[in-house]
């Protein structure tokens, strides 16, 4: 859809008309720039430079309309991918507690016995963002290969992301002939030098044409040119270093931007640096430095929760995003973790007094919905969670609507009506067969019911899709009943990976062992 409509704006170049004949064109594209109406833009700079080649303010500002089209913030952290996990560069195997994202979950953190975990083994987030899908603390092949259950296709998290794949071929039909800048045949020691326009060429270059080794041939270019003197400049080259995985050349040009002017997206990408380079204490430190420079930055504020949160350090990670509240306080991404920790911590009215909030800002989808139900059916209003389920059933798509089934057939378990709950469970397959969640309960029914086979391959099944300590343990209790000893010593010794404190894994383990013993 995007190539029809870029190759149909490059067809009418030379029949385009300007609305107002009054108004120079210039000026009209500028105001279509700011009013972010990008390819109208292009399309009057493509006008312009179709009559003078060689005008330079229509051609910079074409750049700059082409690359806000296809440009991202690159200081949220994105999910890592294969390439990333597969890195020979390891930091240390055997970090100290607090200091790793690696041993984060397991040294500390909140109990998975009370917040439940995602696939990668963290605990879940009160909001979905680039980095909670996979996370730092599953860093294995496996748990890349693994779909996420919020994931649109089964395509494993690979390093070079679609946004990145599109960028190759929209360039090519920005104008007639071929690209709108032939980077083969610049001469970037000269543009270098003009300061006017290697800005432009450069964000061009870097996100439009995703040519990381040619953006940074023209940052090193400016650097000299400008005698290492202006602090764009080496961000710029950090940018390419962090995009290639040079993380310590990035480190150090970061630094010394940070020597020439300190700037908020300079703090934040050499935390970013610091999170890849899997040192989150000194990212910490780096955001906390920049809070010194920029009090009450939000931005800042939240990348810190966001640190903390990884770190599972929970009441250093409220008091955060509590300082984000003070700075905007509709910030949903703070509002939305602090009720998770509320409803997690027990404390489910103070969860649906957060989650009113969202609503009331205008937040309106399927997963408020569902957080709005389970926090009344927590907090004893029973009349209103069902209606809450009923609307985020309405207001979800396939694999929100197999959460909000799993949900409802928790509660209704609660209730007592084990028929029903069943039947949510079932239904919540039928929406998303991966839910190993599902298959669990299910298997807990089946077994309550007398059916131990059933419940036999419902605990298989979740434990296949990569179930938690639940599975297996409740597998390995099954076992144990039925006399299949080798069978409930495997899962409860994979239970314990999961959860190495769990009392009632331990106290199987501790059974069959003296049983082997005495036998």
């Avoid at 179930?467 to 409860?492: F, H, I």
Wanted: some cysteine.
């Amino acid at each position: 859809m995007a190539s029809a409509l870029l190759e149909s704006a490059a067809a009418g170049v030379s029949t385009l008309k300007v609305p107002h004949p009054d108004i120079d064109p210039l000026f009209l594209a500028h105001s279509r720039f700011r009013r972010r109406k990008f390819q109208e833009c292009v399309d009057i700079c493509s006008a312009l430079l179709a009559k003078n080649p060689y005008d330079q303010a229509s051609w910079g500002l074409k750049a700059r309309a082409l690359t806000e089209q296809v440009y991202v913030d690159e200081v949220e952290v994105e999910d890592e991918g294969i390439a990333e996990i597969l890195d020979d560069n390891a930091i240390s195997q055997l970090s100290r507690p607090g200091t790793s994202l690696k041993t984060a979950q397991t040294s500390g953190g909140p109990s998975p016995a009370f917040r439940p975990v995602s696939q990668s083994g963290r605990p879940v987030s009160g909001f979905v963002r680039p980095g909670t899908q996979t996370g730092a603390a599953g860093g294995s092949v496996e748990t890349a290969l693994r779909s996420a259950r919020t994931a649109a296709t089964a395509r494993p998290v690979s390093a070079t992301t679609g946004r990145f794949v599109r960028l190759g071929t929209a360039s090519m039909l920005s104008s007639q002939d071929g690209p709108f800048i032939n980077i083969a045949r610049l001469n970037f020691a000269k543009y270098g030098e003009r300061a006017n326009l290697a800005r432009s060429l450069f964000e061009y270059i870097f996100h439009h044409e995703n040519d990381v080794r040619n953006a940074l041939e023209l940052a090193s270019a400016a650097t000299k040119s400008s005698q290492y003197a202006d602090w764009w400049w080496k961000l710029a080259i950090a940018k390419c270093y962090h995009r290639i995985g040079m993380y310590r050349d990035a480190e150090r040009q970061l630094k010394s931007a940070l020597v020439l002017q300190q700037t908020v997206d300079l703090y934040l990408y050499l935390g970013r640096v610091y999170m890849k380079l899997d040192q989150p204490l000194s990212a910490a430190e780096t955001f906390r430095n920049g809070l010194t420079r920029f009090p009450s930055e939000a931005v800042l504020e939240t990348a810190l929760a966001r640190v903390y949160e990884l770190l599972g350090d929970q009441p250093a990670m409220v008091e955060a995003y509590r300082k984000v509240l003070l700075s905007d306080g509709s910030h949903v991404e703070a509002i939305s973790c602090i009720a998770t920790h509320y409803f997690y911590s027990d404390q489910p009215e103070l969860a649906l007094r957060c989650f009113r909030r969202l609503l009331q800002m205008g937040v309106y989808n399927a997963e408020l919905f569902n957080n709005i139900g389970l926090s009344c059916y927590h907090s004893g209003q029973f009349d209103m969670a069902l209606g809450c389920f009923e609307r985020a059933i309405a207001l979800s798509n396939d694999v929100q609507r197999a959460d909000v089934w799993y949900n409802l057939g928790t509660v209704v378990v609660h209730i007592g009506n084990s028929e029903l709950a069943a039947q949510c469970f079932k239904l919540a397959l039928s929406n998303n067969p991966d839910l190993h969640e599902a298959y669990n309960n299910l298997a807990v029914l089946e077994a309550r019911s007398g059916s131990s086979d059933s419940a036999r391959s419902f605990f298989l099944a979740a434990t296949n899709l990569g179930g938690g300590y639940e599975c297996s343990y409740n597998l390995g209790l099954l076992s144990e009943s039925a006399g299949d000893l080798q069978a409930a010593y495997t899962s409860t010794q994979k239970a314990l990976e999961s959860f190495a404190t769990h009392v009632d894994s331990l106290e199987v383990f501790r059974r069959i062992k003296k049983h082997f013993g005495s036998g």
